[in-house]
């Protein structure tokens, strides 16, 4: 069965630093893998995503993840922080079912502080 | 123009009414979702449904209740609401196998 493992529910940086936000996944097949941001009050907005093709893909913001399959992993990352990427942060993989739908199965979140 | 729109933003009833949140995609998906967020910000998925044929059915209380009237709309019906059921809950959309369109939750107080 397909899940997601995000590791640390917290991570704090100083602004301009390097982000990295961990996720590890388990799939019996080659998974669909997605980050979401999620602002307080608000509902959940895609950074990027990983089908197949590319192995390191760039999101909006400024925010890149690689998928690595001997690793399992598809670790977010931004170069310098922002006190705006202040949020949480969800790691997903799409389960499909019947070939008529499927649904992303989330990880526990993390959140991210970015300290001034 | 609002991609995936929930009404109403927040709800505050009593134990034992029961209530509806509706859901309206105007992204011509195929499928629509309801997730429920709980307080630790753990998401779960409820239901799915393609096409207005219910896909999926995550082991949710008979007390809540989905429909669809059209690939369109997806509605959440909630009987004898408990205590438990205070959460934020996230209707999506999207076109197999692309991502989810979220909208911006419903916060669901029981007291």
């Known amino acids: 069965a397909q899940s997601v493992t995000q590791l640390g529910s917290h991570v704090s940086v100083s602004e301009g630093a390097l982000v990295l936000l961990r996720c590890n996944y388990s799939s019996s097949v080659p998974p669909y893998l997605f980050w979401y941001v999620q602002y307080p009050n608000q509902g959940l907005q895609l950074l990027l995503k990983?089908?197949?093709?590319?192995?390191l893909v760039k999101g909006i913001n400024g925010f890149e993840a690689e998928f690595k399959k001997s690793e399992t992993s598809f670790h977010l990352t931004k170069p310098s922080a922002h006190m705006s990427d202040a949020a949480e942060y969800f790691c997903a993989v799409r389960v499909m079912i019947y070939n008529q739908g499927g649904k992303l199965i989330f990880g526990q979140g993390t959140e991210l502080s970015v300290k001034p | 123009d609002t991609a995936v729109s929930q009404t109403p933003k927040y709800l505050v009833t009593q134990m034992g009414n029961d209530k509806s949140i509706k859901c309206e995609q105007n992204l011509g998906h195929d499928t629509m979702y309801w997730y429920k967020q709980d307080s630790k910000k753990f998401l779960k998925i409820m239901f799915s449904y393609n096409n207005k044929e219910l896909i999926i059915n995550e082991t949710v209380p008979n007390r809540f209740s989905p429909k669809s009237p059209d690939k369109a709309h997806l509605n959440l019906h909630i009987n004898s609401l408990e205590l438990g059921d205070s959460a934020v809950y996230f209707c999506?959309?999207?076109?197999?196998?692309?991502?989810?369109?979220f909208g911006n939750g419903t916060r669901l107080t029981v007291t």
């Open positions: 990983y089908t197949t093709g590319a192995t």
């Open positions: 999506a959309s999207s076109q197999v196998p692309s991502a989810l369109h």
